[in-house]
């Protein structure tokens, strides 16, 4: 087994580069206090910073498990990086609908009152705390020439719904930086549907700071190219750019396979030539790029895990379950020194 003394510490590495960050629970930080101490310096809310979960009635808002990784943040000298303040999943439905019966939709008057209470008392809550948001989270369609994911949001406000967001969460705080986050943000044509969205934004004088590259990655998708591609086109907004939340999957999303029990040597291999790559990428791109932020922290957990394979295990970190480093993560190390 490595000896943890001989591992450079990923933070210390990058510090020069960008901000390197882990989306955590509660449970991982009791669990992984000094791993997560060593390598991180940026931290992200998995689930507890979601709608669902701040304010699960309305008006009952609980910052209990919010706050404890907040509260982690300040103590180890880390920035957080809010996740999310509108999306369309893991929001309650009563947010949407008239009353408890959920007969009928809400107005857009009532639905904007809503948003607006949302953002206001949570943005409000960590004022002094968050260094930026992703304000609105995977607004766009994936498939077809449709722009606009339909949503419950989208539905009742319309694209207003985007702008209205970003407009409270300046209000709320003007000194955070506001984020939109996707994924797939590196396919062709949804990049474009992305830089359309926000250059739309930007026209109509939307405060927006940045965009979040989510990154959900394998080992053979997207092309480097595209990559750069997407970079370049969210850069030439005059935008900061986070990639947050990465993971390379040992996987293509279309592949079924769940008779694997661990990741062969050639696909560790495949993984870390892939790692390389990417952290290349972002180290060329620095002069755009803010922070790295991994979905997790190592192979122990994964919201992979199960998705899109039911009982299937993933590898998808640059640590493996006992927090070890892998062949991914001294190729990574290697990149800040080319």
Known sequence: ????????????????????GAAVHEGLLNDRKE????HFNSLTAE???KFENLQPAEG???FTAGDRIVQFAKENGMSVRGHTLIWHAQTPEWVFYEDAEKKNLASKELLKARMAAHINTVVAHYQDSILCWDVVNEAIEDKGSTRLRHSLWSEIMGEEFIDYAF???HEANPAAQLFYNDYNESSPSKSAKIFETISGLLEREVPVHGVGLQAHWNVNAPSLDDIKRAIEKYASLG?????TEMDVSVFDFEDKNSSLLKPTEALLELQAERYEA??????????????????GVDD??????????????????LFDTESMPKPAYWRVIKTIEE
């Open 47 to 49: 689930n507890s910073m």
């Open 300 to 317: 122990a957990y994964t919201w992979l895990d199960n998705f899109p394979v039911h009982s299937r295990k993933n590898w998808p970190f």
């Open 35 to 38: 791993f997560i101490t060593e």
């Open 239 to 243: 935008l900061r750019l986070h990639i």
């Open 60 to 62: 009952e808002f609980d």
């Open 1 to 20: 087994m490595t000896n943890r003394l001989f591992v450079p510490s990923l933070k210390d590495t990058f510090l020069e580069s960008f901000r390197i």
């Open 278 to 295: 990417f952290f290349k990428i972002f180290k060329s791109y620095r002069a755009h790029i803010d922070s790295v932020t991994f979905w």
């Open 167 to 169: 407009r409270l969460a």
